[in-house]
């Protein structure tokens, strides 16, 4: 391929992206630290899916008899991983101080939720299995379901969010948003036994709060009623509430901080 | 990064992980045989790519005085990936009696079929031409178009599906469902000439019956009307039939095993 | 695995597959020059990416006094790569005279788009930003938000589509699709300040025009009444025009080449 | 690149390779099980090295109260693959029989003797500190030392030679010599304080005996005076003994299975 | 890591490093076509490899049944990729006019050679295990011997050298003589039932003749009597030739054009 | 696989193995900093010959007009790489004080030299060229000869033992040893127009003066007398000096720090 551009063009071409940077700050990232790695962050999703279902991902001939080493193995390397990431990310969004400290407790009490996590993403399975006639079997979901998938990484990136790591749990609920088409901010409370069906453009706000035994099909908004405030709604309550036992058809918006659909409800979005 | 862990700390956070494997089995495939291989039905999907549509995918520069030997090639490896994928599967499934056997009957019947699926995918090419005013050339839409992507892998399921095999087509559809955002079970029974425009949000059930020249668009949902009752209506018709000639528009819910769309009917899913 | 099948009969498959490829040109692409390469497009517009928003991508160690070493790197990678991939799609869509000269004329006048882009693309960040209370800061909008990806992508992508290119533009825009469910046609005429939220299963067709400070929600569609008229309709607007400050909420569509959402005009889609 | 061979020849050409595969069994392997894989193979002499040398290779950031999990995980993995390519080897040389049952209890009695190893390598190193006055520290020696390499992969090879595994030694160490220019063949018998100073062109014979503190240098052959009888010399010892203290200077032969060179003797090679 | 640097000095340093370019030309290759590529040659040494050992590299399941499909696809890369690299190889040395043509033609010659160089190589095979009482079978040489690696490629190099291809057959060959240390130019001329024993340091220069049933040992040099001469020498008769079933063992050097080593000799470079 | 071994025989041998950790720490490097990475230094040495020779490795389309760019991020690339490991190496020698200061500042002053290396390296390609009837051309010379690329990364290595680097150095020289069989000490002084033909074999010790024009054969040894002294020699000059115009023929010997070859002397190993 001929290069036949004159010296001079090339160069000035290198100095107006060059004075495009200096010009908007907003989008270049120069002159500053290391922001965050979002392969780095995606390889930890895919080893606490790991640690959370043991023989389904990564090693599938796992023997009860040498267990213990290869789930020492996983969280050392988890640990040291996600507390690089986490570290990363405390001093991305504060001064820093004592920021390896916080990281590693951060980590550490993070880590020791995980006998909970599992707990209730057993409930999940069987919402799923209980809820879905096309279900073969529970391992089928765990395997293949992309509602399940989005809802574990929901509740993994929720238990970051709730320690106030910012950065990573994005990271985490986006990396599941692009994968399956569901996007759970993970600040919102979900309770036990939760399923959505199918689940591409399912969208759930950052201040949603969903009871037990619900269940979501595809295409469902819990959304604002309204953001042209802004950031000024930071913090605000702005997603509804979903009581015990709600069922939200596919493609209903439900939206607004104070809207409550009661225990049991089965809302319709449209007739068809 | 200082690991100041006291070990019984550690070893007890083994301990609680391990406790949680032992407390919920559904969640757990420990002391089991091989399950499946999502990487290598991913990659099966690939080569099958190649095999329906010469020289878009894979190796571009094919004579068509040298093509056997690339076929044949091909075949012989789809054939024995695909066999050892089959086999796993019906491992997992059932007693595993002749499982070797029936695997590779399966796949041998499958093998014959791909003239078949070129005749038809080839309509549906055509369909997609007719139907978008955007498509510049047919070329187009088998390299780059999602729901032609999301229909052929359906079509590949599908065969699949018909003769038995668990699982696989599951992992090959919710492929497709990832990269494309539709969703189309591999039991749906989809006739020629069939076209999704755009399709993010498509879900097609797994009872569904699709005519000749039919089109979506997206968001479209051919679901169920209620799935309350769960794995009782495993089997069940409970998704809608699409006769010839009919075209539903973005965002529309068609649902019920009883509901039939008749010829021609054009669905609009809701006034602007 | 015991490969037991009568030569004759694999050789019989073998035909019978070549077979198809003679019955069925369009779905073949035999005896044919070099078509496009999908993996050779993805990384262009990664390496874009890394040039549009410095340090956010790539290398994140980046100092102003040798920046216009890394920027120029970058760009030689970019226009050798892209020069090729260019020439090859003008290769297959023409006649093929003065291919390689024009393909350098236009990745030339491209990359001297690049500050340009950049200055818009300022303005996409801070719409995110006061359009969305759950963003804590610019960083993670450039780093992570699907719709800002999306956006990012379909200007790279318009540029291109204005000079003429044939399917690397769709590449492009289906990749972003594929990752993020938005699906914007590189046609499209996008002003300023624009902010897709969620965004998965959005739609924008080929010739919707959409003006200033524009904000639009998941699941919305800017489509086409009718395509009935197939390739008749090639070229013809068939898509909605949106003026400066429209916003369209979850669900939405927006139909037809005359229609026009005023200015300031807020859409609902539906009831909830 | 044009392809315009007709298709006869190209025909005649596979056909004509074909033949020469009939023509010759001995440099084809068909229809026939699978052999052996090397790549297997050199990956398990890096997890050895791993286990031997705990934080020089792989993970280097080891810590004593956790060490436990990492052996664990190491000794599985080393066991699952080694059991597999002694159980290929074992399948290849004999009738098969109880193939398994015996890979499986040559491993575990194999890996039973990673202490006494680590043992004999402890003095192996410090041969190498004492003998070489540009080594720094010992630390310098295990990381990068050729004939350290060389020397314990040999160890290691030699007693899975002992337990009578075929091929799977010797891929270990002409993957030695490869990397080392330093073949020893694992039928070799050498005792502690072993040093082999730079060592490209070493050659070290089956039914060699070394004693305790020898150091040969590069170049040295421990050779069979004549293998003219060939395939009927099988077993007997054709290569020198060298007791304790032995020195051999660069370049050196030592040859015949009846040659002893006693205790302390230094061998120099040749006047220079 | 901060980066302190003033700007200037940085500049100053890329500038003092492009004078030194300008300053030597013979190691700059700037404003020139492409040279060749190390790693593409070493690929078709590797397929090259696969075609002539079917089923020790590679694919090891091989069955006669479908044999023919492997063998036709895999001479239809190696004829692509080899002229390719030829076509380069000829543009680099010459004027280039017809290179494509002659590339093509050389290629087709070569790969016509494939059954005589089988047909060799099988004496070869023969003779390692006729030699070494240490081969446990012809299997074991064909998959682990150096020597007969070394002089496989070597057979293979030799015939693209007398076909006058520049560059590509000394990438082979160094290529051999990195991995075992056994450096045979491409223009040595080799008889068969030739065998080379650990092999570390043999040289065998490019105007070698070497008869049938010779077998060498390592360190072995054929060379030259003195190159002081330089270019001046080129394409004379500068290495010896060993008649039939010579035997030289370890460390020998025999020198010079002239040299003779007649019928069934064994020499012994010295005594030990 | 079958894993039948009682649980309490694999603890026990997971405890065997640490406790052969604890009883000899010679050969484990636990509860201790980051060594060094050989994959890391390996990329350097490639990322110089990059440098060093541009154009024949890495990118092939290098022109003059833009090569600044290609020259400073290379540049920075290595820079930072560099730096990073010569301030890991500094760590583990010494107590670390300042440690990133002083490699930074190494690492400036190393790179100030490439200009001088290029120079010199240009002889040795000279003195390749016109030692050695068989070469073609230069560009063969840098593209493929071992004995030149031993050369290069010895000089490459020299200038950073110079300026007391522990470690990298010998990762280097031990690199080129594994790669060529050349084993040069990164310490050893070498005069300009330096040639080793083919080079297996050849080993030159820490203390040895090369002048300049000097030619080595493969198997040459440039050692000391005696290592029996150990670690009390260290520093003390053992290896010989070689004044200018030496050639020394394969396989020969030349031992002690006080031996000197003068100038112009043809050395001959032995009679053949």
């Keep these: 391929m001929s290069n036949t551009t004159p010296v001079s063009d090339f160069s000035e071409l290198v100095e107006s992206v060059i004075g495009s940077y ?54 050392l390397d988890i640990r040291e991983k996600l507390t690089r990431q986490v570290h990363n990310a405390l001093l991305h969004a504060t001064t820093g101080n004592h920021a390896l400290t916080r990281a590693e407790q951060i980590v550490r009490d993070y880590l020791a939720e995980i006998p909970k996590l599992r707990a209730i993403l057993a409930t999940d399975v069987q919402a799923a299995f209980d809820g879905d006639p096309a279900a073969a079997d529970t391992d089928e979901i765990v395997f293949s379901y992309p509602g399940f998938f989005a809802v574990s990484v929901c509740r993994l990136a929720h238990e970051l969010h709730a320690r106030g790591v910012p950065l990573v749990p994005r990271i985490m609920t986006e990396y599941a948003h692009s994968v399956t088409g569901i996007d759970i901010h993970a600040g ?31 295409g469902v908004t819990l959304g604002a009623l309204s953001t042209r405030g802004g950031q000024r709604l930071r913090g605000v309550k702005r997603h509804p509430t979903l009581e015990d036992e709600v069922t939200v058809y596919s493609g209903a918006s439900i939206l607004g901080g104070e809207t409550v659909i009661g225990k049991g409800v089965v809302n319709w979005s449209r007739a068809s």
């Design 188 to 218: 919102a409370s979900i309770d036990e036994y939760f399923f959505i069906d199918h689940g591409t453009g399912v969208v759930i706000g950052e201040t949603t709060i969903i009871g037990k035994r619900v269940k979501l099909y595809q």
């Design 22 to 75: 200096l010009a908007e700050p907003k989008t270049r990232h120069i002159d500053a630290g290391e922001l965050a790695n979002r392969d780095g962050v995606v390889e930890i999703v895919h080893l606490l899916r790991e640690l959370l279902f043991p023989g389904y991902f990564g090693r599938q001939d796992l023997a009860s008899s040498t267990l213990k080493y290869h789930v020492g193995e996983l969280l």
